[in-house]
């Protein structure tokens, strides 16, 4: 008899998308000519969605469908990466484009929208506006009668981030979406699980024998997370100061990508038995008191540098930031899994703006060997003890490699560390779909597997909870890190304490 394979499910080789209406509020926005467009235009190009497809964009400007099509064809070149732009294909899509103009909070909007869906049997919304209008679209959906569906025919919605502001927020946000839709037609999206490189990590623990028996508090010493970006807050200071590293990317894409790592192997590839175990995880994770918060992150936030000949202004002096803003612009977690498999193994989190580059990847320190037979003499035993690292690159350069020691040629025996790699371009050559295809296809199939149900967003809110009531009693001496730096040395100093040292990505 064969061993089960996990990853023989259905469900996600029956992709066939079904006819469906997409309405998207906040249709003028940044994300719907950046990602969404972009994404649908992309499945076109792959006949990946059926001829009774059709978009119907909200935002209060005033458009005809035609002046929308105009709007969103002058900006798709510039946001479609690698997809080759197509007149004809072009043609054909937006004419699936129509639009509507209607203030959210205007209950004779959402009637307008419903008569555009009429006839459609499956209707997706999606909630791309501010996060501050997002309870009044839930109510107003469901006052209009729209959350229910012709026949057997589904509505569906979809809620961008941030969702919630805190674990207070983000419960109030679920109740709300519960009074309108069951569990089951709400997909978050987190961007991040939607990743090849991020899904790759399930595949390349449960789809393997070797790795498996290794990964666990015996052999994994610790597990480092990074996510630097090297740019600033480009123009987006107001929108930021409200959010902060640890709410924009550690209490949500960062937790997810650390469950990804930590949670057991799920029997089946289903949604709801891959989510269990993430959100076991996320339940997991030791919540600490809040006088132990110093001990357990770090808040920072850029000053002012010079990074080559260019002279970088401070996140102070970003236009729309507050001159005594206290906004982190990089936090650094240590988090702690109670459970038998990572009972006191660390998974340190970090996060920041303006780094010395742009890199995601995941770091897993293994033990050292208990005893090296090479070691020197009393002299300092370096390079012949460096323990195994394995890298999981998210971003850029997506890949994995393994970091072993190797005897050096020549005389005795010198060892030295080399790597094994494997990178996704070179191996491939295929191209990667992005995130938003992967779950915007997930969605219309009814796929909720890579999307965040309710238990664990609450779960992960309430893991960084402590940290967010202190830090507003506990005024930070800002700013702590010079631009196009790793950071503040509090970070540093918060591995020291367990022995541990940030490695340089
Ligand atoms: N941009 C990104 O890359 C990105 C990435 C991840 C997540 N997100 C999330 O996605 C959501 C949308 O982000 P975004 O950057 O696209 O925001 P945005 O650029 O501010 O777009 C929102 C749009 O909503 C419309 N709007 C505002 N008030 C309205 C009202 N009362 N009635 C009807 N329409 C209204 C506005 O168009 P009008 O002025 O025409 O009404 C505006 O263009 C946010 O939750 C954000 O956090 C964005």
């Not at 289903?270 to 357990?296: G, H, M, N, T």
């Not at 703006?353 to 995941?362: E, H, S």
Request: hydrophobic letters at 35%; one cysteine or more; a neutral charge.
């Amino acid at each position: 008899m064969t061993a089960p394979n996990p990853f023989q499910d259905p469900l996600r080789f029956r992709r066939r998308v079904p006819p469906c209406a997409i309405v998207i509020f906040g249709a003028n926005g940044d994300l719907t000519k950046r990602k969404l467009i972009p994404a649908l235009y992309r499945l076109a190009y792959d006949r990946r969605i059926p001829p009774g497809f059709f978009v119907v964009g909200n935002s209060r400007t005033a458009m005809s469908d035609d002046q929308f099509r105009e709007k969103m064809r002058e900006s798709l070149p510039k946001f479609l990466e690698d997809t080759p732009f197509d007149e004809t294909l072009w043609n054909d899509f937006a004419r699936n484009l129509s639009y509507v103009a209607g203030d959210l909070n205007d209950a004779a909007c959402y009637a307008r929208i419903g008569e555009k869906i009429a006839n459609s049997e499956n209707t997706l919304f999606y909630l791309s506006t501010q996060p501050s209008h997002y309870e009044t679209v839930i109510e107003q959906i469901g006052a209009a009668g729209l959350a229910k569906g012709k026949g057997n025919g589904w509505r569906r919605i979809v809620v961008e981030k941030p969702f919630g502001h805190d674990l207070a927020t983000a419960r109030q946000l679920n109740a709300k979406l519960h009074e309108v839709f069951e569990e089951d037609k709400v997909y978050r999206i987190d961007h991040y699980l939607g990743k090849e490189t991020v899904q790759n990590v399930m595949a390349f623990r449960f789809g393997n024998g070797i790795f498996e028996p290794l990964w666990n508090r015996r052999y994994i010493n610790h597990v480092q997370i990074t996510a630097a970006e090297s740019i600033g807050v480009e123009g987006r200071g107001s929108y930021y100061q409200e959010a902060g590293a640890l709410r924009d990317m550690i209490q949500n894409h960062l937790l997810q990508v650390m469950s990804t790592i930590a949670m057991e192997p799920p029997a089946v590839f289903e949604p709801d038995v891959v989510r269990d175990e993430r959100a076991k995880v996320l339940r997991s994770i030791r919540r600490i008191k809040r006088e132990e918060v110093p001990d357990y992150s770090v808040a920072g936030q850029y000053g002012p540098a010079r990074i080559g000949t260019e002279e970088v202004p401070g996140f102070r002096q970003e236009p729309g930031v507050s001159p005594d803003s206290q906004t982190d612009t990089y936090s650094a977690v240590t988090v702690f899994v109670d459970n038998w498999r990572w009972a006191d193994v660390p998974f340190y989190i970090r996060s920041g703006k303006r780094l010395p580059k742009r890199v995601t990847d995941i770091a897993i320190q293994f033990n050292a060997a208990p005893h090296s037979p090479f070691s020197t003499n009393g002299e300092e035993p370096l390079p012949t003890v460096r323990p195994n690292l394995l890298i999981l690159r998210i971003q850029p350069e997506e890949g994995i490699s393994l970091r072993f020691l190797s005897k050096q040629p020549g005389e005795g025996m010198q060892l030295r560390p080399v790597s094994m790699d494997f990178n996704y371009g070179t191996s491939f050559g295929a191209r990667s779909p992005s995130a938003y295809e992967t779950l915007l296809v997930d969605v219309m199939i009814g796929d909720a597997t890579l999307y965040t149900r309710q238990d664990m967003v609450e779960a992960s809110w309430a893991a960084v909870q402590p940290i967010l009531d202190y830090r507003p009693e506990h005024k930070a001496d800002f700013p702590n890190y010079a631009a196009g730096t790793w950071g503040p040395k509090a970070s540093d100093e918060m591995l020291a304490k367990r022995g541990h040292v940030w490695r340089v990505p």
